[in-house]
């Protein structure tokens, strides 16, 4: 099966600092990742598809990059409502597995 | 509106059965992949399984012989039969819809607000 490994686990930032979570895979799967939001006691919340793509709806700040088995997402400038844990996840293959996630708190 | 709806978890003892439900609206389940996700208390989310718009179902290896995935077209609703549960399955189940643009996949884009199941004696 393939891993997936966030770092950092927990990320402690200021509103309007830029944040990079990064996501490892255990073998390459090319582009075939997601990210997601979730906030306590909601459901987790699609970001970004296809490593790169914005899901509609989804502020411009939020970004993802990467391919193979490094991907990285970006909050360009962090907002209040952005406090949450971020999980990414990939569907390479016929096992999708989530990251362990990262939370974002407040410095 | 796009939603789906978990209905069906409760309380279990060890090696007992339950079946979750989940209730689709603004779309239709059969034409879509659908997945269950789960979340034990304070930890990760994990895939526990999936269906096809085809028929074919996947499952994570910890459910794999226990747990199965199935929908009724009829009525618009996924379900996920478990059996044998283990106070390890205990979790928040949440019920998801994986978009396909043709067989791309494109992230899951609907979420339920997920049925909680503990399994203890």
């Known amino acids: 099966d393939i891993q997936m490994t966030q770092s950092p686990s927990t990320l402690s930032a200021s509103v309007g600092d830029r944040v990079t979570i990064t996501c490892r895979a255990s073998?390459?799967?090319?582009?075939?990742l997601a990210w997601y939001q979730q906030k306590p006691g909601k459901a987790p919340k699609l970001l970004i598809y296809?490593?790169?793509s914005l899901e509609s709806g989804v502020p411009s700040r939020f970004s993802g990059s990467g391919s193979g088995t490094e991907f990285t997402l970006t909050i360009s400038s962090l907002q209040p409502d952005d406090f949450a844990t971020y999980y990414c996840?990939?569907?390479?293959?016929?096992?999708?597995?989530f990251g362990q996630g990262t939370k974002v708190e407040i410095k | 509106e796009v939603q789906v709806v978990e209905s069906g978890g409760g309380l279990i003892q060890p090696g007992g059965s339950l079946r979750l439900s989940c209730a689709a609206s603004?779309?239709?389940?059969?034409?879509?992949?659908m997945s269950w996700v789960r979340q034990a208390p304070g930890k990760g989310l994990e895939w526990v399984s999936i269906?096809?718009?085809?028929?074919?179902?996947y499952y994570a290896d910890s459910v794999k012989g226990r747990f199965t995935i199935s929908r009724d077209n009829s009525k618009n609703t996924l379900y996920l039969q478990m059996n044998s549960l283990r106070a390890e399955d205990t979790a928040v189940y949440y019920c998801?819809?994986?978009?396909?643009?043709?067989?791309?996949?494109?992230?899951?884009?609907?979420w339920g607000k997920g049925t909680t199941v503990t399994v203890s004696s």
């Open positions: 603004g779309f239709t389940v059969s034409s879509d992949y």
């Open positions: 269906i096809y718009s085809g028929g074919s179902t």
């Open positions: 996840q990939q569907y390479n293959s016929y096992s999708w597995t």
């Open positions: 296809k490593a790169s």
């Open positions: 998801a819809r994986d978009r396909r643009k043709e067989t791309i996949f494109e992230g899951m884009d609907v």
């Open positions: 073998q390459s799967i090319n582009s075939w």
